[in-house]
T-cell receptor, first 114, second 116 residues
Framework: NAGVTQTPKFRVLKTGQSMTLLCAQD?????MYWYRQDPGMGLRLIHY???????AKGEVPDGYNVSRLKKQNFLLGLESAAPSQTSVYFC?????????????FGQGTRLTVV | AQSVAQPEDQVNVAEGNPLTVKCTYS??????LFWYVQYPNRGLQFLLK??????LVKGSYGFEAEFNKSQTSFHLKKPSALVSDSALYFC??????????????FGTGTQLKVEL
């Protein structure tokens, strides 16, 4: 039972390059989220999805796009990477069931943009 | 919008001593509160949550948290700290999203260091 798996775990990009981060969950959860973690700022929501084929913007969506073509996968894309996007990215999933349900997190992707 | 605050960036405690990591919240309506722990180079792991009911909530690894409505606090506690408890701890509150679903809004985190 893998839970939430993120690929890749580390990546270094040059400014202007593009990449896609993959999140896969095997718990049949409806909701999936992408957060970024920066020192002293906690985790901030980038984009989220409440079901297959649906996505929505979170707190800090600029410079990112997402897709959820399959229920188990949630992709985060950077079309033209900028140094401000250097961060640790976490994917999370949550089963539908109201506000009292906990989320499960992947191990993170450490991205450096130079 | 819901929010939580963690007033301490770092907490140091000796092994065997009790530990407390503080969290205060600001919500409209009933609070749904969570604690997560992050070990180095790892993702966040769920520790415990408060939804309703008893003000003392027990969680994983011997941790517990006390919900105090009058003080709007949800402090994380452990009676006897271990060196292996050293990690980054996040308090979080559940917030409803306008597009449906809900999200966790996190505090800035508290680094716990347990020393021999």
């Amino acid at each position: 039972n893998a839970g939430v798996t993120q690929t890749p775990k580390f990546r270094v990009l040059k400014t202007g390059q593009s990449m896609t981060l993959l999140c896969a969950q095997d718990m049949n959860h409806e909701y999936m989220y992408w957060y970024r973690q920066d020192p002293g700022m906690g985790l901030r929501l980038i984009h989220y999805s409440v079901g297959e084929g649906t996505t929505a913007k979170g707190e800090v969506p600029d410079g990112y796009n997402v897709s959820r073509l399959k229920k188990q996968n949630f992709l985060l894309g950077l079309e033209s990477a900028a140094p401000s996007q250097t961060s640790v990215y976490f994917c999370a999933s949550q089963k539908e069931g109201g506000q009292g349900v906990e989320a499960f997190f992947g191990q993170g992707t450490r991205l450096t943009v130079v | 919008a819901q929010s939580v605050a963690q007033p301490e960036d770092q907490v140091n405690v000796a092994e065997g001593n009790p530990l407390t990591v503080k969290c205060t919240y600001s919500v409209s309506g009933n609070p749904y509160l969570f604690w997560y722990v992050q070990y180095p180079n790892r993702g966040l792991q769920f520790l415990l949550k408060y939804i309703t009911g008893d003000n003392l909530v027990k969680g994983s690894y011997g941790f517990e948290a006390e919900f105090n409505k009058s003080q709007t606090s949800f402090h994380l506690k452990k009676p006897s700290a271990l060196v292996s408890d050293s990690a980054l701890y996040f308090c979080a509150v559940r917030d409803i999203l306008t597009g449906g679903g809900n999200k966790l809004t996190f505090g800035t985190g508290t680094q716990l260091k347990v020393e021999l």
